[in-house]
């Protein structure tokens, strides 16, 4: 393909992303557990237009608003040695993976070092990682509880990682939710520590609880 053309076909999976990230992620909370602990995870609008890789001169904002209505030009994207296309193609298919980790296997990642970055966390299911850390306002306090995704890397970090732990369970709600409504991943059927037990909604306290009793019930009997 031309130049132009490879612009129009990253453009249309740039729509096709922007639709995905607006359905699946934006306007929820993640919660992790891993090690005994857990983060509540975020994504925002602002930061989509860093996670596709392109080069542009369309703010955080605009660009994704163009993206969300599909009206994005060829001619406001552009690819640079930072910014080559081949890598934008693998972080534009991985946007779209992005809601499939959060119901499959994957690690939590802690003290993420890059070239130009240092994440507090990650999160990988080996073939990309997402970074993250909590947004800091002009005197370099933390604006929220949440850990924001900052960025995308087509790879899994294990190696730039000070230490990598199996995420335990992964839950989510609706940003106007009070409580965890929905379980999205569950790899190990151990008791939840008390402190997220108490952010889920009362259904799925519910369940955890008969969970756990009926190991008790099993342990018993053998």
Request: proline share 1%.
């Amino acid at each position: 393909m031309s130049k132009a053309q490879d612009r129009q076909d990253v453009v249309r999976k740039i729509h096709n992303a922007a639709d995905q990230y607006r359905k699946h992620l934006v306007g929820k909370k993640f919660l992790y557990v891993f090690d005994g602990r857990y983060i509540e995870v975020i994504y925002k609008r602002e930061n989509f237009r860093h996670l596709t890789g392109v080069a542009t001169n369309l703010s955080a904002k605009n660009f994704y608003s163009k993206a969300a209505q599909r009206i994005l030009a060829a001619n406001q994207i552009s690819f640079t040695p930072v910014h080559p296309y081949s890598l934008c193609l693998k972080k534009l298919q991985h946007i779209g993976e992005i809601a499939n980790m959060a119901g499959s296997e994957s690690f939590m990642l802690e003290e993420i070092t890059t070239d130009t970055q240092t994440y507090k966390f990650g999160t990988t299911d080996l073939h990309f990682s997402l970074c993250m850390n909590k947004e800091k306002d002009e005197f370099g306090n933390d604006k929220g509880d949440c850990y924001v995704v900052q960025s995308l890397r087509d790879e899994d970090c294990f190696y730039k990682s000070k230490g990598v732990y199996e995420v335990t369970h992964i839950f989510s709600k609706r940003n106007d939710s009070k409580k965890y409504t929905d379980l999205l991943w569950r790899s190990s059927a151990e008791a939840l520590p008390i402190e997220v037990d108490r952010l889920l909604d009362a259904s799925l306290q519910q369940r955890f609880h008969q969970t756990e009793n009926e190991m008790i019930t099993t342990g018993d009997r053998e």
